[in-house]
């Protein structure tokens, strides 16, 4: 049996098919870290290339440029002289607008004899994308004494595969692979899907080809000593018509289009400049990647989950990623709020786990999805996005102030919590559980949704309903965050109400939950109210929410930083010792940053300021030694090593919305920062530096309608922090 890999945490197995594989898991037959990628995203454009630009075709690939969750090019292959070029450098720019590739040719042969000595052509791919389009420039330039033919081809093929199906859920049917249309400098690829849709890929090229047909491209250039040649090839993604303007016209427009769209994306966001270069490379590849996974809707911006299996519109995902930006864009989460309000289930739909009132789980554009294939069209199965996105509304009107977005959430937040007390409490008890409606769905319906991520302490698996411990946590911060809106609306009633609810889920949820003879949360209470006691990390996102007494804080600090847990590199899933740890596990002993995020945000909540500074050394630390400094997804939970990095997990997504959020949440966590609108002021309780770094600039920190850039330095066991510019009525409040 080929080993299947656990999927996302949003995208979950339902359980062991008859083969025993999960459906919908990824396949790990072929591990991400075994090939290094490039990735490009745009809106609903997403591109995994190898390091030189290419798509190459091999059973089981990942590589593609995808469009609406369509494999739109299967196959993107140049090659020079019949050779395979030098890889000299492969790079994204910093933020993320385009990928640059540097190769040279290799020794160019007539039979044994060289014709062309190797590395005299160089040639470099400039390649960006906007608008369901990729545009590519080939830049070649000569640095022999002669004059050199060079012919360049360059293959393309386009499956028009379902991502669901090349991630490794497998289809009996396909629809119809349309004739290549064939023009003197274009080709266009078409499928026609069983949903009856056209799905189409138009490849133009400027100069025009030398030989063009439905397969490959070829050019035939001729450079004389020092001389250059330009080559232009534009890739459109479309279901309809296509625009026919130049291609090398159309290249530069839309270049100052990209460099323009991410100026302005960022432009009002928080940025970061600290004492330690490796610190700001990280955290300017994290912002660029936080807003490269952003999607532009009508109701505004929207992080998507990430790349490549998870370029969608996920609930879970973009709340606890806007949750952790907020203090750094809070855009992101009127954005994500907005959209989810407008999904909001209105009627019971079994198939995809729909109720009124609950907030989604996942849309998915794809043709499986369409037909039904996978239920992910748009789907409900997720217990805690509905308490999170109450408790989102709450945190985005605390930090803004926006009584406008507020009054048009109310009855969308009214809604939420009618779900949270009809469906999600379905027996009474006042604890939030959830169930799958049909065989389809997904078996595990928390942020840890693996078919075998919830169990007792002997290995068993809870049968549901289940009640996560988390779940009650995010309950009870919805609860109050709910009180708070609806005190600032006027509904006074409700605010007492949800207040007198909150303090009773506090009493009950002490009183089932803990255990004491592993001074935790019990990970989940089962269908029969039997606690799991399982130690987890699920227990540290009860900090963040605020449930959980002092004493017993202390005690959860100390487990979370005890070897059991903590790697080195951060805070396990699940604790060494358990009856399915196991540090190569999806959610079962692995290392999630924005997991680790989660926890150190409740443990500055709760004043454990040691414990957060070890998660933020650990996870700077781990990013130190993987690509481009950029957290993935998550990693293997294996003990740190002297002189060694962390073990990767091999289908990590890379890049990913919640953990390109993590160092700047876990910044936050460290100074104490918090934004408080009725005084005008940006405030640092007891404020801390990580060992990494002596000083910090934060600019732009934006608060009601002016902004402020503080710079922060450490001095002695003491932090200052100093106003460096500031525009309108913004001060700074320091609390030790």
């Known amino acids: 049996m080929n080993a299947a890999a656990e999927p996302h945490p949003s995208s979950g197995p339902a359980g062991p098919d008859a083969s025993g594989e999960p459906p919908y898991a990824v396949g790990a037959s072929l591990s991400l870290q075994e090939r290094q990628y490039r990735t490009l995203k745009n809106a609903d454009m997403f591109g995994v290339f190898d390091l030189c630009g290419n798509i190459q075709p091999y059973s089981g690939g990942t590589e593609g440029l995808y469009n609406r969750d369509t494999r739109h090019l299967s196959v993107y292959d140049l090659t020079i002289g019949g050779g395979r070029p030098v890889l000299l450098s492969s790079t994204l720019r910093d933020d993320n607008g385009a990928l640059i590739c540097d190769l040279a040719n290799p020794d160019l042969l007539r039979g044994d004899e060289v014709m062309v000595e190797h590395s005299v052509i160089h040639m470099r791919r400039t390649r960006f994308m906007i608008n369901a389009t990729v545009f590519e420039r080939i830049q ?21 595969k379902d991502l669901f199906e090349v991630r490794g859920t497998p289809r009996a049917k396909h629809g119809r692979i349309e004739p290549a249309e064939i023009s ?50 534009e890739i459109a993604c479309s279901d309809g ?63 998507y989950a990430g790349i490549p299996w998870f370029s969608a519109a996920f609930g879970r995902d973009a709340l606890i990623t806007a949750l952790q930006a907020l203090w750094v864009d809070p855009s992101i989460a009127r954005g994500v709020l907005n959209f989810l309000a407008e999904n909001q289930a209105t009627t019971v739909d079994a198939a995809s786990d729909a109720e009124p009132g609950k907030i989604l789980h996942e849309v998915r554009n794809g043709e499986m999805a369409a037909l039904g294939e996978v239920p992910f069209r748009r789907y409900y199965g997720s217990v805690d996005s509905t308490p999170l996105f109450i408790m989102l509304a709450g945190a985005y009107v605390e930090r803004t102030h926006d009584e406008t977005t507020a009054y048009r959430l109310w009855p969308h937040l009214e809604a939420a919590m009618e779900w949270i007390e009809r469906y999600g409490d379905r027996d009474g008890d006042g604890f939030v559980e959830y169930f799958r409606a049909t065989g389809q769905g997904l078996q595990n319906q928390g942020w840890k949704d693996s078919w075998d991520s919830v169990f007792h302490a002997d290995g068993s698996l809870a049968e549901g309903p289940i009640a996560l411990c988390e779940v009650q946590g995010y309950v009870y911060a919805a609860r109050l965050a709910m009180a708070d809106i609806g005190r600032r609306l006027g509904h006074d009633q409700i605010a007492m109400a949800q207040e007198k609810k909150a303090e009773a889920l506090r009493v009950a949820f002490e009183a089932a939950f803990w255990c004491e003879e592993i001074s935790t949360y019990a990970l989940a209470l089962d269908g029969r109210k039997q606690p799991c006691r399982v130690r987890s990390s699920n227990a540290g996102h009860c900090l963040l929410a605020g449930i959980v007494s002092p004493e017993r804080a202390q005690r959860l600090a100390d487990g979370f930083m005890s070897n059991a847990f903590f790697t080195g590199w951060g805070i396990r899933t699940i604790a060494s010792g358990e009856a399915r740890f196991n540090p190569m596990g999806y959610h079962n002993g692995s290392v999630w940053p924005h997991d680790n995020t989660m926890i150190a945000l409740g443990l500055a909540r709760y004043g454990h300021t040691e414990a957060v500074s070890k998660i933020f050394n650990g996870l700077f630390d781990a990013a130190l030694y993987i690509d481009m400094r950029r957290l993935p997804e998550l990693f293997c939970g294996f003990a740190r090593r002297r002189a060694q990095g962390p073990t990767f997990y091999p289908v990590a997504c890379s890049p990913q919305a919640w953990a390109a959020t993590a160092l700047p949440a876990l910044l936050q966590a460290s100074l104490g920062l918090s934004i408080d609108p009725p005084s005008n002021s940006v405030v640092f309780n007891r404020p801390t530096l990580p060992s990494f770094m002596d000083e910090i600039t934060l600019h732009n920190i934006s608060l009601n309608s002016g902004r402020i850039s503080v710079f922060i330095r450490r001095t002695g066991r003491e932090v200052a922090v100093n106003v460096i510019e500031r525009h309108g009525d913004v001060h700074v409040l320091v609390r030790s």
């Open 184 to 233: 003197e400098s274009s080709v266009t690829l078409a499928y026609t899907g069983l949903d009856d849709k056209r799905r189409q890929t138009r490849l133009r090229f400027s100069p025009t080809p030398s030989a063009l047909d439905g397969g490959q491209a070829m050019f035939d250039v001729t450079l004389q000593p020092g001389e250059q040649a330009l080559l232009y090839i």
């Open 241 to 303: 018509e296509l625009p026919t303007r130049d291609v090398r016209e159309t290249y530069l427009l839309s270049m100052v289009e990209t460099r323009r769209w991410m100026r302005t994306r960022s432009a009002k966001a928080a940025a970061m400049a600290s004492s330690n270069e490796l610190f700001n490379e990280a955290i300017r590849r994290a912002i660029s990647d936080l807003y490269m996974l952003i999607t532009e809707k009508p109701t505004g911006l929207y992080p």
């Open 140 to 160: 070649l330039r000569s640095f022999s004494s002669e004059a050199h033919f060079i012919r360049l081809e360059l293959a393309f093929d386009a499956d028009f």
